[in-house]
């Protein structure tokens, strides 16, 4: 088969951010059409929660696999999959200083990053809270000049329009600090109405929780709460059920690399933060939290090292370990869904993809054919720990490489290349992990 022509031809800016995204071992977030491979079952399941999430259900769900996996690509996946679907998309990657909770503003940091990165299907680059406010006040305009028949200049557009907001978002009232947030919706408009600018960017500064006081909020928009470390979560849920009033499906919240809590030294503090999580789990599950979906990214080692990792928590352990029927099955409708390696078909399937996408680019025809594909997917699995621990990233940044080498080397094959010994492959995790065996982090995952 001839890989040029097994898919649509990527346009050339798509491709390039594909590729330098690989290279760099990151998932890109354009372009995940062209080099998707498997993981239908995962998607499938995740797809069934939008829908229970859009008639008002809410889901919590964890992806675990190894680094390079492919948690992150599964999460930009469904990412695009639920902004085509008119869901608000909010995304964080968990770090030191972004936490679930903290004494010092670490909770508080990772709610800013979620807001910062709020997608809808018009702004996926992030930073749409704006957008949706205004469109959301449009909209309400629109109706009410359509259902009173007056005109834009009409003077009593601005009260009638403010009255219907007001009956709109009455509901939000008997959510926690949803009095403060509705409040707050009905200044931003007044301030539109105004041609008052400067208002309105405070009042995005305050849902963007970036007022560090009470003072700070007072003085400036006469409020007195703001967002902190310990509630920002109930914020988001009264985003979910604003999301809705304003026509999107609902509100998704996506967060990454969980590893940075199994990281944490402290055991309270991180115990803390495990606390968080269930309080937000039994929300969803429960049935208190509404339009709102949760999905949660870690290794297997922070899901289930039970010295420190999130089964060490006994309340999520209980709730989240998998039973003792599943044995070699998965139930992808469990709370956790753990990764398996792409089977060796599927890699072949990601080689064809990456030639097609890679020759579009730089413009040539000379692509690797079936048997030098082949000859490279079998050089990859025959190193040590490869038949478990080798990821698709390391074989997608591997192949990359190839493919930029006999590109700019006319007499070079990928069978004299590989059988060279000059090549270097990309470290697999065993081998990272070898060399940093000391590192206790990791030491009783690899005892």
């Known amino acids: 088969m001839d890989a040029v022509n097994i898919e649509r031809k990527a346009p050339k800016r798509v491709a390039q951010a594909v590729i330098n995204s690989l290279k760099g071992g990151v998932v890109p977030r354009v372009g995940l059409p062209y080099i998707a491979v ?6 499938k399941a995740l797809l069934h929660d939008e829908e229970i999430i859009s008639e008002g259900g809410a889901s919590f769900r964890f992806i675990v696999g190894k680094y390079g996996s492919g948690k992150s690509f599964l999460l930009q996946t469904m990412r695009n999959h639920l902004l085509d679907k008119n869901y608000v998309v909010v995304d964080a990657d968990l770090s030191p200083e972004r936490r679930l909770q903290g004494t010092q503003g670490q909770g508080l940091a990772t709610y800013k990053e979620l807001i910062r990165n709020m997608s809808t299907k018009t ?26 028949n007056l005109s834009v200049g009409a003077p009593e557009l ?105 990281k944490l030294t402290n055991t309270v503090t991180r115990q803390n933060n495990y606390e968080k999580m269930l309080a937000m789990y039994n929300d ?35 709730r989240l370990d998998r039973g003792r029927f599943s044995g070699e099955f998965k139930d992808m409708l469990a709370p956790v869904i753990e990764l398996s390696i792409l089977s060796y078909e599927e890699m072949y399937i990601l080689l064809e993809k990456l030639s097609a996408l890679h020759s579009g680019l730089y413009g040539y025809d000379r692509v ?36 930029d080498i006999i590109f700019q080397e006319e007499n070079v094959d990928i069978k004299d290349l590989l059988g060279s010994g000059s090549f270097q492959f990309a470290k697999t995790e065993l081998e990272e992990k070898a060399e940093s065996e000391s590192n206790d982090e990791y030491a009783d995952f690899y005892v």
């Open 368 to 403: 690797p054919d079936k048997d030098e594909m082949i000859f490279f997917l079998k050089t990859e699995y025959e190193r040590i720990g490869a038949e478990k621990l080798i990821t698709p990233r390391e074989v997608i940044r591997d192949y990359i490489e190839v493919l």
């Open 123 to 148: 702004r996926p680059e992030g930073g749409a809270l704006t957008l949706i406010l205004d469109r959301w006040i449009s909209s309400i305009q629109r109706d009410v000049m359509s259902e009173f």
């Open 38 to 43: 498997g993981r239908d079952k995962e998607i």
């Open 284 to 318: 969803c599950m429960q049935g208190k939290a509404h339009y709102l979906g949760i999905i949660m990214c870690g290794t297997p080692e922070c899901m289930q090292d039970k010295r420190r990792g999130i089964y060490s928590y006994e309340a999520l352990r209980s």
């Open 158 to 262: 601005a009260e009638k329009t403010e009255k219907k907001m007001t009956d709109i978002i009455y509901s939000l009232n008997d959510m926690v600090h949803g009095f403060d947030f509705a409040t707050l919706l009905i200044m931003y408009y007044r301030a539109v109405t105004e041609g008052d600018d400067e208002k309105k960017a405070k009042i995005v500064k305050w849902f963007r929780g970036e007022y560090p006081t009470k003072t700070d909020a007072r003085r400036e928009l006469g409020v007195n709460i703001i967002i902190n470390d310990d509630d920002w979560y109930e914020y988001l849920k009264i985003f979910a059920a604003f999301m809705v009033k304003a026509g999107y499906s609902g509100l998704y919240i996506m967060v990454d690399e969980l590893v940075n809590l199994y």
